[in-house]
């Protein structure tokens, strides 16, 4: 991984990663990059998953959105690498922006080069995982009659060597955090048994747990939109905004970078121009917009 090293990126770096598919990755960079930009820091996002794209996608969404109803978005900037190589994905960040205070990384869903490069870069490395003890094997084993941990998994292994690289140079300790993601109320006896098994895994492979987001309609459809609960106040006649779902979000990104992530308080704003669309083009996306966070409201 000497090469990933030797092409550092600027700021401070994040990356969303787990060998697990489907664990809320993409959702969770997404959610982080844009809370980042609405506090007004400069932040580059990178999927590195080109085959899916997904938070790309959600950022060509978030693009159209600004522009069709002609609101002025905080806005990332945001590419997916083609080349998977730490030198391209050194030169995409510096193309985008070089001063840039973040830089997000969406990780594909297995290990590959890129996968371990993300990891090798990260200062921050977030893994999010469903709450389930199958999840729970992809950090590491915990025996499930004593609750004891075992050894790592072949990711936390990954992990631990990857960190033993960034101690001998010297470099900043990686922070890595397991944050849950989907966690429904109804299942709290079972979140319960999780959060002793993960409390036993946090000590012995040294990670830090976030609360991360519940399972709710409303993160998979303002996704489509690319937008967040915490862009809603900017629609106020095309949806309205949850307190309960804007504090979860603030509070993963207090739980990822605490106070660190207050930024200047000014927002870098969209670098989508907002254009003048016809009413009935307007009067469509109102309509969208209000059924998929209309269809939300009793859970939002
Ligand atoms: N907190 C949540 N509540 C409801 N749905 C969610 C939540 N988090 C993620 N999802 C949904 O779960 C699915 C997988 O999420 P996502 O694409 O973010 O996972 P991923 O780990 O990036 O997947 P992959 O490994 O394929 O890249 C998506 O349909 C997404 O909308
Ligand atoms: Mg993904």
């Known amino acids: 991984m000497a090469d990933a090293l030797a092409h550092p990126l600027p700021g401070h ?10 664990v809320g990755k993409s959702t969770l960079a997404f959610h982080t990059a844009v809370a980042l930009a609405r506090a ?33 978005l905080p806005m990332p900037m945001h590419a997916v690498l083609n080349r998977h190589c730490a030198a391209q994905l050194q030169q995409e960040v510096a193309r985008l922006d070089a001063r ?23 200062h921050t490395l977030v893994t999010p995982i469903n709450p389930s003890f199958v999840d729970l094997q992809v950090i590491g084993r915990i025996d499930p009659v004593s609750g004891r941990p075992g050894p790592a998994s072949a990711f936390g292994r990954t992990v631990a060597a990857l960190r033993e690289e960034r101690r001998g140079r010297e470099l900043a300790p990686l922070d890595w955090i397991v944050a849950k993601n989907r966690v429904r109320s109804c299942e709290r006896r079972q979140i319960d048994r999780i959060d002793s098994a993960l409390s036993a895994l946090a000590g012995h492979h040294e990670f830090r747990v976030a609360c991360g987001l519940s399972e709710r309609v409303a993160f998979r459809e303002l996704f489509q939109f690319g937008l967040t609960h915490l862009d809603l106040p900017q629609l106020p006649d095309m949806a309205r905004a949850s307190r309960t779902t804007t504090a979860e979000i603030e509070e993963l990104i207090d739980d990822l970078l ?3 992530r207050r930024g200047p308080g000014r927002s870098r704003r969209a670098a989508a121009t907002p254009v003048r669309t016809s009413g009935r083009a307007r009067a469509a996306y109102r309509e969208a917009l209000a059924a998929a ?8």
């Open 13 to 22: 770096v994040i990356a969303f990663a787990n060998e697990k598919g489907g």
């Open 40 to 72: 007004g820091h400069r932040v580059v996002a990178i999927d590195l998953d080109r085959r899916q794209s997904t938070l790309e996608s959600s950022f060509a969404a978030r693009e159209g959105t600004a522009r069709v109803v002609g609101v002025d």
């Open 100 to 122: 840039a205070d973040y830089v997000v990384l969406d990780a594909p869903g297995a290990d590959c080069p890129i996968f371990r490069r993300a990891v090798a870069l990260a």
């Open 258 to 260: 605490g106070a660190d």
């Open 293 to 300: 966070t209309g269809a939300v409201s009793p859970c939002a």
